[in-house]
């Protein structure tokens, strides 16, 4: 089991910031090679917006948030942020968590793609008005 706390969400004007952070653990390390950032809006379906090789440190951004989000980890602290600039209101959403393995090779960006990853978080809600 992997266990994922997300924190960080809130409410925000556009244009303005935020950071989330994911702390994650499990007794296997390589349950959590790849760990991604998923967002989910009202209405809408689920959508990846980043994700981390947290061995290789390869990161992978969806074009949506290009630019303005950034997925950084702290390997020490078990920590995974997006930090989110430049917020629009089409950015509200839950965001998740979410971590898996990757034991061929480095598959983070197909598991961001899909969305199948094993392991999820309970989300943190961001809400931007404008």
């Known amino acids: 089991q992997v266990q994922l706390v997300e924190s960080g969400g809130g409410s925000v004007q556009a244009g303005e910031s935020l950071r989330l952070s994911c702390v994650h653990s499990s007794k296997y390390r390589e349950h959590r090679t790849c760990l991604a950032w998923f967002r989910q809006a009202p209405g809408k379906e689920r959508e990846g917006v980043a994700t981390?090789?947290?061995?290789?440190?390869?990161?992978y951004s969806a074009d949506s948030v290009d630019g303005r989000f950034i997925i950084s980890q702290d390997i020490a602290k078990n920590i995974v942020y997006l930090q989110m600039n430049s917020l629009q209101p089409e950015d509200t959403a839950m965001y998740y968590c979410?971590?898996?393995?990757?034991?061929?090779?480095?598959?983070?960006?197909?598991?961001?793609?899909?969305?199948?990853?094993?392991?999820w978080g309970q989300g943190t809600q961001v809400t931007v008005s404008s």
């Open positions: 979410a971590a898996d393995s990757s034991p061929y090779g480095d598959i983070c960006r197909a598991l961001l793609d899909t969305g199948a990853m094993n392991y």
């Open positions: 981390i090789n947290t061995v290789r440190g390869s990161t």
